[in-house]
Nanobody, 123 residues
Framework: QVQLVESGGGWVQAGGSLRLSCAASGRTFSTDTMGWFRQTPGKEREFVARISWGGTYYTDSVKGRFTISKDNAKKTVYLQMSNLKPEDTAVYYC??????????????????WGQGTQVTVSS
C-alpha cells in the first residue's frame, strides 16, 4: 500500500514559480515510477511529468519550465514550476506505479494517487 500527500499549491502571478511536493509512504518508493498530472474542470486528467531511475519525461507544454525530481531518502517527489502561465492553472496530482517509466504514460497506468493540490496562475 502506498499513500501520497501533495503540498505546495497556491496562487501565483504569471511568470512566477511554485514547488509542489508529494510525500509517499510505502515500501517501494525507490523503484516506483512517480508522476505528476493535472486536471481542470470538464477536462480529462493530463500527464505533466514522470520520473524513475530510468529518467524523466515531460509533456511538451512544460518542457524548459518544469523540473521533476525525487529524493528517495525522504520518499518525496517534487515538481518545480517556473515561468508559470495562466493555462497551468489546475489541480495537480501525484501518482505512483510499479510500471517502468517507458510504459507509465497515462493516468490509467498508475495505481496510487494523492488528493491533489490547487495551482492558480493569474494573468
Amino acid at each position: 500500500q502506498v499513500q501520497l500527500v501533495e503540498s505546495g499549491g497556491g496562487w501565483v502571478q504569471a511568470g512566477g514559480s511554485l514547488r509542489l511536493s508529494c510525500a509517499a509512504s510505502g515500501r517501494t518508493f525507490s523503484t516506483d515510477t512517480m508522476g505528476w498530472f493535472r486536471q481542470t474542470p470538464g477536462k480529462e486528467r493530463e500527464f505533466v511529468a514522470r520520473i524513475s531511475w530510468g529518467g524523466t519525461y515531460y509533456t511538451d507544454s512544460v518542457k524548459g519550465r518544469f523540473t521533476i525530481s525525487k529524493d528517495n531518502a525522504k520518499k518525496t517527489v517534487y515538481l518545480q514550476m517556473s515561468n508559470l502561465k495562466p493555462e497551468d492553472t489546475a489541480v495537480y496530482y501525484c501518482a505512483s506505479t510499479s510500471l517502468p517509466i517507458t510504459l507509465a504514460d497515462r493516468p490509467q497506468k498508475y495505481t496510487y494517487w494523492g488528493q491533489g493540490t490547487q495551482v492558480t496562475v493569474s494573468s
